[in-house]
């Protein structure tokens, strides 16, 4: 596993949600309660981009179709979508923030 630095702790307000490329992968990245997660950009219902939607109580809503999806898990809160974000793990060290990466990605 590879740690890759995608951010700074500071590019982030509480409730907020960000765009970043790692490695040619769009990833949406939180800042909940002053904590930091990160999910597939995409909605797995409509392909709408995550970092486009709306962060409310830990929850991040599609803002196409209104999906909702559990930041912290990926998990599916409500329809259309059916299937869970895939979620990425983050270590925060300082300031910095970095995503482990697959070593064969």
């Known amino acids: 596993m590879n740690w890759i630095r995608i951010a700074s702790a500071g590019d982030l307000a509480d409730d907020e949600v960000k765009s970043v490329n790692v490695q040619g992968l769009r990833v949406a990245l939180y800042r909940i309660d002053g904590e930091f997660f990160a999910t597939d950009d995409r909605c797995t219902h409509a392909e709408a981009l995550m970092s486009e939607g ?52």
């Open 54 to 105: 709306y962060v409310e109580d830990g929850c991040i809503e599609c803002p196409l179709h209104q999906a909702r999806f559990d930041i912290r898990t990926g998990k599916v809160q409500c329809a259309p979508a059916t299937q869970d974000l895939r979620t990425h793990e983050i270590r925060r060290e300082a300031d910095d923030l970095y995503m482990a990466v697959p070593a064969d990605a």
